[in-house]
């Protein structure tokens, strides 16, 4: 049981009152006003004339009040979790109006003087004091007085409007913890207005005001969670400024899960035909990707008027309004700071779906994960559709995604704890992300390859949970040379042209070229594996100059490799 006493009841000692009752407070046991923790032949000074009246004085800003409610509140909630039907609270204020209010709210409180230190002295022992008090004055006797008193109690102490500097010492010296009005509001206009994130947002909301006419906001292809979600929730930051927007992609949505969030969220997408220009748009944005034709179908000369990206860029980024931030896990956490600065009011689809995609490129929170995630998701969490998200992350796998796993494992090849598989002509590359994660989790592996061909290509999916190892750097030895490559340090993917595949009619001729081509690529990434970091596989490795067309248009981030859990999508 924890009994905790507030002593002064002014603008913020009454919310964090309201706040400690909220939060599962009771009544002291036997008395309705909570008089139980004070002796009872000493109620008499309670109506004595208080030394000072807890009135909020007119010099104080009321900003700062808020900000200090804010900060207040916050330690309190720290204070009053794991409260027990059992705990205490106590009220005493100088006010008898505040005092008569609080037991109407059913509020244990007393009035009296907080700074009388014969009322302190018929207290039970406090666990928990909260001075909250306006005038500074009157905070700093409360508080010399408690901590006479009481030196075992945590006392958080609230300085009021107009500390000095020898109050701020005080103040330091005897609470706890303490909540200084004018300090929380110049910290809160400083984080809203000159940190990198606020000037972020600030730069967006610029940019977009200047659009005269609608935006694309294009999507890389074959998009995942955090795309989507991405793409939709800076198309409402647009239209909340007036600015028509679309979310656009080019290719398939291909996993069940990720159709089944669009379908599930009903969240408006459109899908653009290969060799669209968007030249209907005004001006053009890509999210979840930083350079027009690698990964996406967009002429490689299309101005961009705004880029939106947490992953390591390969060269100059050419747009007007750049925000590459690769120290957060997802770029769905940069949009949601974006929405929480522009308005902090969120649709509870996009919320959903921002949410979403925060897990899904973190692995729940598990993999490249920063406090800006965590701190996005708590921000978003309120506005969640929680029953939705539950059924889009129902996992069920397709017939041909186990099939693509079982030829995985069949077909693994395995050097110490490294393993290369490949999953042979597949349907549907999204399954290759999904082997590899499954390999990942055997015994004594610790680093997987698992590639597929479709077409004239060969797709390769890569993942790590050894700290000695970056993956992005490693595909890039191997396969930059020879097609496209990258990602991060735990989870990467390459995109390699076959071109012969694509001349050949005979299915035994097919085969056989398939075969030289999986002996390649195993061989190239055991080699680039097993050499010193940045230094590339050499290009006349076997038969890699004659079988592999370079420069295969893709994107180093590792999004169309990404696997997050598959969903049933057939539910309107």
Not at 370 to 390: K, M, N, Q
């Amino acid at each position: 049981m924890v009994f905790r006493l507030v002593l002064g009841c002014g603008t913020v000692g009454r919310t964090v009152a309201e706040a400690f009752s909220t939060r599962g407070q009771s009544h002291l046991p036997g008395h309705t006003h909570g008089s139980d923790a004070i002796n009872s032949s000493h109620s008499s000074t309670f109506t004595s004339t208080p030394t000072a009246t807890a009135t909020s004085p007119s010099t104080a800003p009321t900003a700062a009040y808020t900000t200090a409610r804010q900060s207040a509140l916050s330690l309190a909630a720290r204070t009053a979790t794991a409260t027990s039907p059992a705990d205490r609270l106590l009220v005493i204020t100088a006010d008898q109006n505040v005092a008569e209010t609080l037991r109407d709210e059913s509020i244990p409180a007393r009035r009296g003087d907080p700074t009388d230190p014969d009322i302190l002295a018929t207290i039970d022992h406090p666990d928990v004091i909260f001075i909250g008090g306006d005038r500074t004055d009157t905070n700093r006797h409360a508080l010399e007085t408690a901590r006479d008193q009481f030196p075992a109690a945590s006392i958080t102490a609230y300085m009021g409007g107009n500390p000095t500097p020898d109050d701020r010492a005080r103040f330091t010296e005897l609470a706890d913890h303490t909540v200084d009005a004018t300090s929380s509001l110049v910290e809160r206009v400083l984080e809203e207005t000159t940190t990198s994130e606020a000037e972020a947002a600030l730069g967006l909301q610029r940019k977009l005001v200047t659009i005269d006419g609608p935006l694309a906001v294009v999507m890389h292809d074959n998009p995942d969670p955090d795309a989507i979600a991405s793409a939709v929730a800076l198309a409402d930051i647009a239209e909340s400024v007036g600015v028509p927007a679309d979310a656009c992609y080019f290719g398939d949505i291909s996993h069940q899960e990720n159709r089944a969030m669009v379908n599930l969220l009903g969240l408006s997408l459109r899908n653009l035909s290969p060799g669209e220009t968007l030249d209907t748009y005004e001006a053009v944005a890509l999210v979840d990707h930083s350079r027009p034709g690698v990964n996406d179908q967009l002429p490689e000369e299309r101005p961009i008027d705004i880029v939106i990206d947490h992953h390591p860029p390969r060269g100059p980024i050419p747009s007007e309004f750049v925000e590459l931030r690769e120290s957060v896990g997802a770029t769905s956490t940069i949009l949601t700071e974006y929405i929480d600065r522009f308005s902090g009011t969120f649709d509870s689809a996009t919320a959903t779906a921002l949410l979403y995609g925060i897990r899904i490129d973190t692995n729940d929170f598990t993999r490249e994960v920063s406090p800006a995630d965590f701190r996005a998701a708590s921000v978003l969490r309120p506005h969640v559709e929680t029953s939705i998200l539950r059924r889009i992350e129902q996992p069920t796998l397709e017939g041909e995604t186990l099939e693509t796993i079982a030829l995985a494992i069949k077909n693994r090849v395995q050097r110490g704890s490294v393993v290369v598989a490949s999953a042979g002509r597949i349907g549907n590359r999204d399954a290759l992300p999904q082997a590899a994660d499954q390999l990942l989790a055997m015994d004594g592996v610790e680093t997987t390859l698992v590639f597929g061909f479709r077409g004239e290509m060969a797709f390769l999916s890569a993942r790590s949970r050894s700290s000695d190892v970056d993956l992005g750097e490693t595909l890039r030895d191997g396969f930059d040379q020879i097609g496209s490559a990258g990602g991060h340090a735990d989870m990467a993917g390459a995109q390699l042209e076959v071109g012969i595949l694509g001349q050949l009619d005979d299915e035994a001729e097919v085969e056989s070229i398939v075969n030289v081509a999986e002996e390649v690529i195993t061989d190239r990434f055991f080699e680039a594996m097993e050499t010193r970091p940045g230094v590339p596989v050499s290009t006349d490795h076997r038969a890699s100059e004659w079988l592999f067309e370079a420069d295969a248009d893709w994107v180093e981030s590792p999004e169309s490799v990404r696997s997050p859990v598959e969903a049933d999508d057939d539910e309107e």
